[in-house]
């Protein structure tokens, strides 16, 4: 107890001083050794602290805490398996850095791709955002990030503009800029008037009274018809002979006059107030999507020749606007995005007009008719840039589709030869003489170095370009005229419509073989000279036919798609436009052009 005691005692003294430093007792083994010298004191005795925790190495600890930091806030590598960790959005969404992905030739791995260039995020935009910067930066030059954080482009402009888009341009503004362009055309014309009539200047003159009049009646002055000049009388008298030889000519040849050559511009002006034509395509004209639809329902009518249409043809590329060949002589022109009304009417033949065809770009068109004339017109003025004829009825012309041979013109005449003009000389440099009936239709094929002819001899036949030999000669006993073929969109097939009311196959490689695998069949078509044609993706094939439908197959399965009841008796044209793939136009003998 006394042991006890006295040790108790012993750790109250070192709670009272802890700064103390343990000292060993001296002369241990002699109090050991002799008991009975100090018995009072027992002996004291001091123990270490112990603790039952293993000592741990704090360095590796904070190695290991830093590398887990670095590894946690790195980005993912696409090419391992298994994550140790659980990885923030921020690392399972960052771009891919680092090596190539060790199997893929351009560093992406194939699950990871999504495009034919690599892999393509989806950003969530707007069709309206989208267009309106697009369209901004075409006419200004910059536009905004898609972040929304910054622009991109001519940072001048943006500046000086105060960054406006193209549709949001406020309306002072636009009536400022539309009052500066007409001045700028009035001081113009004020101008080019000075310049020519120096009279102008005289407040005496004629010209000053017409200018500066107050009304439209001031300034006229009543024109007294004075003596005719010598020149006067003498123009006068040989129009009056002309006239009159005209009429005996007119007696003796029966219908054979001359027509004069005009046009008439429908629309409000010519050119809006950026100086832009009529005939302009619109900049954000674009294909919507990749795949065509049968379309459902009747959109719109251009309705305006008082008999029959023959053929209609899209605007090349943009599909803004329709040229139409009428039975009443004409050929019109319509608006199909906007007004939906004629533009132009072009007046030059005197009979029907029988063939229609654009130039690549659509500045210029062909037209062939019934008054044995082909006409070369200018679409924007409407002026006749050449005629050309042969004393023969022309059944089909066609511009060479290669850009540089644009001047080269192609005619299917009745007199059974292929006739083939330069436009700029206005000469005949070739003629192909082989069918042995009228030609009905020109295609080229094979990159334009060829072209397929069909006739009345129910025949086709296949002309190397520039060579007036046939290459390939196709009859059959069982085969039918076919008055209409049109080339698939891959260029790899030929689709003829046959009189036994068929659409048969051709193949455009080397040997122009029949696929009998493939035949559209169901409409009647026997007697008519119906338009057959492709969706822009290949997908479809249509055809008007005898009893006024549109007919739609799949060019697949063959099967009939749809019908839709088009005209009064007989549809004879249909056009699928190049840019809105679920639109089709159609024409028919009851003088309508139906937009579906």
């Keep these: 107890m006394d042991l006890l005691r006295s040790y108790a005692d012993k750790t109250d003294d070192d709670d009272d001083s802890p700064e103390e430093p343990f000292k060993e007792p001296e002369n241990t083994s002699a109090s050991t050794s002799s008991p009975d010298t100090s018995s009072d004191s027992p002996p004291h ?31 993912l590598d696409p090419s391992q398996h298994a994550v140790s960790f659980n990885p923030t959005y921020d690392q399972l969404w960052a771009p891919i850095h680092g090596p190539a992905h060790p199997y893929a030739k351009d560093g992406i791995a194939q699950g990871m791709r999504n495009h034919k260039l690599g892999f393509v995020e989806d950003a969530s935009i707007h069709s309206f955002l989208f267009d309106e910067q697009y369209n901004t930066f075409h006419k200004y030059g910059y536009a905004a990030d898609p972040s929304g954080l910054s622009y991109v482009g001519d940072l001048e402009t943006l500046e000086r503009n105060e960054a406006l888009s193209v549709y949001n341009i406020p309306q002072q503004e636009q009536k400022r800029r539309r009052l500066e362009l007409k001045a700028n055309e009035a001081d113009a014309s004020a101008e080019a008037a000075v310049n020519t009539n120096p009279g102008t200047e005289n407040p005496a003159s004629d010209e000053w009274l017409l200018k500066n009049r107050e009304s439209p009646w001031a300034g006229k002055k009543e024109v007294i018809q004075g003596e005719l000049t010598e020149e006067q009388k003498k123009y006068a008298e040989e129009y009056a002979e002309k006239k009159a030889e005209k009429g005996r000519g007119g007696e003796g040849r029966g219908d054979k006059t001359d027509h004069v050559d005009k046009s008439t511009f429908h629309g409000k002006e010519e050119s809006d107030y950026q100086g832009r034509s009529w005939v302009a395509p619109p900049k954000d004209a674009k294909p919507s999507n990749d795949h065509c639809y049968i379309p459902k329902r009747w959109v719109h009518t251009w ?103 644009q001047h080269i013109l192609l005619a299917g005449m009745s007199d059974k030869k292929i006739v083939q003009w330069d436009m700029d000389s206005g000469k005949i440099t070739q003629e192909y003489d082989q069918h042995l009936g009228a030609v009905n239709t020109i295609t080229f094929v094979d990159n334009n170095r060829r072209f397929v002819t069909s006739s009345d001899d129910k025949s ?137």
């Design 45 to 75: 005795m001091s123990l270490p602290a112990k603790t039952s925790a293993p000592h741990v190495d704090d360095t590796a600890l904070a190695l290991t805490t830093a590398v887990s930091d670095r590894i946690i806030h790195r980005p």
């Design 303 to 405: 309705s305006g020749h008082t008999r029959g249409v023959a053929a209609i043809r899209f605007f090349p590329k943009h599909g803004h606007l329709l040229l139409s060949a009428g039975m009443d002589s004409k050929v019109k022109i319509w608006d199909v995005f906007n007004s939906g009304k004629c533009m132009r009417t072009y007046m030059g033949h005197s009979k029907a007009v029988r063939d229609i065809s654009f130039s690549n770009d659509g500045a210029k068109f062909l037209s062939a008719g019934y008054d044995k004339n082909i006409k070369l017109w200018d679409t924007e003025t409407g002026k006749v840039i050449s005629t050309f004829s042969t004393g023969k009825v022309p059944y089909v012309v066609k511009l060479n589709p290669d850009q540089d041979k």
């Design 460 to 596: 086709l036949r296949v002309w190397e370009f520039g060579i007036p030999v046939v290459i390939k000669y196709i009859s059959e006993p069982h085969m039918h005229s076919m008055p209409s073929i049109s080339l698939h969109p891959n260029g790899n097939w030929l689709a003829a419509q046959s009189l036994d009311n068929q659409i048969l196959i051709y193949s455009t490689k080397e040997r122009f073989q029949l696929n009998k695998k493939k035949r559209f069949a169901g409409h009647i078509v026997a007697g008519y000279a119906c338009q057959v044609n492709f969706s822009p993706d290949g997908r479809f094939v249509m055809s008007g036919d005898g009893e006024g439908k549109c007919w739609f197959w799949d060019w697949k399965s063959c099967k009939v798609f749809r019908t839709l009841k088009c005209h009064e008796g007989v549809c004879i044209g249909c056009e699928w436009h190049p840019l809105e793939q679920s639109k089709v136009a159609t024409c028919g003998w009851d003088g309508m052009i139906k937009y579906w």
